[in-house]
């Protein structure tokens, strides 16, 4: 089995400026999944890593933490409205003519999400694996609301709506929903070849997390993320 470990990674982030290369309790965010994507990798057969960005600072920071590659984003993959599966397409196809082999699985490991474990990764893959009808898999945790209790929409009346219409009357009893933490994908080759545009299919798996997890959008969760790595709050070694 051949597995492909990708990092994605553009330049220009809006919501915190150079957030995939900014500093976080000592190194550069980039460098924790690098090292996930290492370890990963040591403890398999058949695995190789690539790099997906269009800029030259996250490529010299990737280097000097052993990662080095001559794959360069196209433009036309390098802004914030382009799904992030055209992306991993680009990214397989060239490592695949490349290297001269196809990839069974790809291992997506968001830099922004990087909140895991080998564990976690290992446990994930061996999901995906047992189920032989499943194309995909991704990472979530524990939601903090619930659509089917306290998350509301516009209605069409002008007042407001529960997003999924219920008679639940507590949080406890409410169906069970959890959020895409964005920490890691995998990916069957058969998700690629069946033109698939989302993670969200009609075989696709999830994996739950049982430890916290979240991903970088605001620069308060860098500050967040920052406070529970230095001070050993999260149970964990990344």
Do not use: W
Request: net charge negative; charged share 25%.
């Amino acid at each position: 089995m051949n597995i492909l470990i990708t990092l994605c990674g553009r330049g220009g982030s809006k919501g915190i400026p150079g957030k995939n290369i900014k500093i976080l309790n000592g190194k550069p965010l980039l460098a924790y999944s690098i090292k996930h994507a290492k370890e990963f990798a040591n403890a398999h057969s058949n695995v190789d890593i690539l790099l997906s960005t269009d800029d030259i600072e996250i490529k010299e920071v990737a280097s000097s933490f052993g990662l080095d590659t001559d794959y360069v984003r196209p433009d036309y993959l390098a802004n914030d409205t382009v799904g992030k599966i055209d992306v991993l397409k680009d990214a397989i196809k060239f490592q695949e003519n490349k290297n001269q082999k196809e990839y069974d699985i790809l291992l997506d490991l968001d830099i922004t999400s990087p909140l895991r474990t080998q564990n976690d990764l290992n446990e994930g893959l061996n999901k995906l694996l047992a189920d032989d009808k499943a194309i995909n898999l991704f990472s979530v945790s524990k939601p903090h609301k619930n659509p089917y209790f306290n998350v509301v929409e516009d209605a069409d009346n002008g007042y407001c709506k529960l997003v999924c219409p219920s008679e639940t009357r507590s949080r406890q009893t409410a169906p069970q929903v959890f959020d895409m933490n964005a920490s890691f994908y995998f990916y069957r080759r058969t998700f690629f070849e069946n033109g698939c545009k989302s993670a969200i299919t009609e075989r696709s798996l999830y994996y739950v997390m049982d430890h916290i997890c979240f991903d970088l959008d605001e620069p308060l969760d860098f500050d967040m993320m920052e406070y529970l790595l230095a001070n050993n709050k999260l149970g964990m070694t990344l």
